[in-house]
């Protein structure tokens, strides 16, 4: 059979013929396609093609399935990878493992989950992902995922959850990044559509804080609550510190140095991955001396109800915000520190911004602004102790449900 005739041979088939031919045989139509009818009735279309050397012929499915003009196409489209040095069963067995985007989501969230900075970050994660984009993107391959598709779903959230949405398309891009490392993408859409979505208003939520002058009231109302001895201990050291709830939850006795007045918390607990010292104040001294009490000056600082788990931060939250009515968010302490030193204070804005831990400058300050100011905040944070004492000992009547 001369190589025109393998291409498109004179007795080509027809859609007719296909639909009607009963007789066992092989019936060629072109580029080594044929329909093979066996004796007991089975029909399927079949390729013949030189793949890399070697004679090999491909199933490609039954004519109840697959049409006339669906198994021509698929034929030229295997002789055409085939001419380019490729393997058209290869390419068809990797297509079939390439994993759903919920498959992939589930194995990139495996696969990041020791990275992440807790628990709650790993979770947030996969339950936005299972939330938002799964029901529309979920039993897509990952290789057929396109920009309409995250685009449609971020455009119902976009403007409405805008912080959501910035999230959620992240963790998409995640997602699809991992796509194109494994080979099964070139491009990642969720890097593209940053100019086919709206705007979204730049509005900031500032977390509820209390004036600095109110915080020793609230400090008196939670000590003469009915909270565990831990839980009271743990808010007033966030207090004295100025420190997140989650470094001051997740204290640990080595990481205290009482001798030096100094609690050094590791990059991996602190949100900037940085080292950071705190100096502590004289009362923040006794605060430790009579947590001591509560481990034995091992493991937490400030145990939780249950045996080696810190406290959680939303012990702390229920008890300032509902129990007691105090009108403020456990990070709110830290803002009213922040504005006590800006309005009573001469220590310069370095000094305030090194307490909280927070990074000032550009790449090129930082990289000449080597110190901590460690000794002026030493200075400053016993300043904020004897300021709230002074304050507590003016209080007459404690707000708040007690």
């Not at 969230?109 to 984009?133: D, M």
Request: proline share 5%; charged share 30%; aromatic share 6%.
């Amino acid at each position: 059979m001369s190589s025109e005739s393998i291409r498109r041979p004179k007795a080509a088939l027809t859609a007719v013929k296909v639909k009607t031919e009963t007789a066992p045989g092989k019936y060629f139509d072109g580029n080594g396609l044929y329909l093979r009818i066996d004796k007991d009735g089975g029909r399927y279309w079949v390729q013949r093609i030189t793949i890399r050397g070697q004679r090999r012929e491909i199933g490609l499915g039954t004519p109840e399935l697959v049409s006339l003009a669906k198994a021509r196409v698929t034929a030229r489209e295997n002789r055409r990878l085939a001419y380019e040095g490729l393997d058209p069963l290869q390419i068809r067995r990797e297509a079939r493992a390439v994993l759903t985007f919920a498959e992939a989501a589930r194995k990139v969230h495996e696969i990041h989950l020791p990275t992440w900075r807790n628990e709650k970050h790993g979770a947030q994660f996969i339950s936005t992902l299972e939330t938002y984009a799964f029901p529309k993107l979920g039993n897509i391959r990952i290789s057929e995922v396109t920009t309409a598709d995250v685009l449609d779903v971020l455009t119902p959230i976009w403007t409405k959850k805008p912080e959501t949405a910035r999230r959620v398309r992240q963790r998409i891009g995640t997602v699809l990044k991992w796509a194109v490392a494994k080979g099964w993408r070139k491009d990642n859409p969720a890097e593209n559509i940053g100019k086919a979505l709206p705007k979204p208003e730049k509005t900031k939520e500032h977390r509820q804080a209390l004036p600095y002058g109110d915080v020793a009231a609230a400090l008196a109302t939670i000590q003469a609550s009915g909270a565990g001895v831990s839980t009271k201990l743990c808010l007033e050291f966030l207090m004295l510190t100025a420190a997140r709830s989650g470094e001051a939850r997740g204290a640990e006795w080595n990481e205290i140095d009482l001798a030096a007045k100094v609690w050094t918390i590791p990059p991996s607990r602190m949100k900037s991955k940085r080292p950071h010292r705190v100096p502590l104040s004289k009362r923040a001294i006794e605060l430790l001396t009579e947590a001591a009490a509560l481990s034995g000056g091992k493991g937490l600082v400030f145990p939780g109800t249950k045996a080696g788990k810190p406290l959680s931060d939303m012990t702390l939250s229920k008890l300032v915000k509902r129990d007691l009515a105090i009108a403020t968010d456990i990070h709110g302490f830290r803002t009213s520190f922040r504005t006590w030193a800006q309005e009573r204070t001469t220590f310069p804005r370095e000094v305030a911004e090194a307490a909280l831990a927070h990074v000032v400058g550009d790449t090129t300050e930082q990289a000449y602004a080597r110190s901590d100011v460690f000794e002026k905040r030493r200075k400053m944070m016993e300043n904020w102790a004897q300021f709230l004492s002074a304050e507590s000992g003016k209080i007459v009547q404690i707000a708040g449900r007690v």
